[in-house]
């Protein structure tokens, strides 16, 4: 089991920014992703990237607000957040896993939880 640790989460006003990161061992990851679940609401997949690659996929809520990124020499993904709402309220976890999400993986199946067989704790975003 791989060990992740997010961080950065924070309360902020509508239309602010925030960066969260996440601490993860690299080796035999091909991807990684940041989820949410927000009050009363599933697990959804948000972005995902491809180790290495830079191949990156989002759902269309976040797409244009968030960007994902990895600092390889840091061994820390990192999530950009701008343009924030109270809809992005939620509890953000990182997770990474060992198949490859790009090229001819859906996009649906990146941000599916099931891909993926490592996770964060989690850090809550309170968008107030």
């Known amino acids: 089991q791989v060990q992740l640790v997010e961080s950065g989460g924070d309360f902020v006003q509508p239309g602010g920014s925030l960066r969260l990161s996440c601490v993860a061992s690299l080796d035999g990851r091909h991807c990684m992703a940041w989820f949410r679940q927000g009050p009363g609401k599933e697990r959804e997949g948000i972005a995902s990237t491809v180790t290495g690659r830079g191949e990156t996929t989002y759902v269309d809520s976040v797409k244009g607000r968030f960007t994902i990124s990895l600092d390889n020499a840091k061994s820390t993904m990192y999530l950009q957040m701008n343009s924030l709402e109270p809809e992005d309220t939620a509890i953000y976890y990182c997770?990474?896993?060992?198949?490859?999400?790009?090229?001819?993986?859906?996009?649906?199946?990146?941000?599916?939880?099931?891909?993926?067989?490592?996770w964060g704790q989690g850090t809550q975003v309170t968008v107030s």
């Open positions: 997770a990474s896993g060992h198949r490859y999400c790009g090229g001819y993986v859906s996009r649906q199946v990146a941000l599916t939880a099931s891909w993926y067989n490592s």
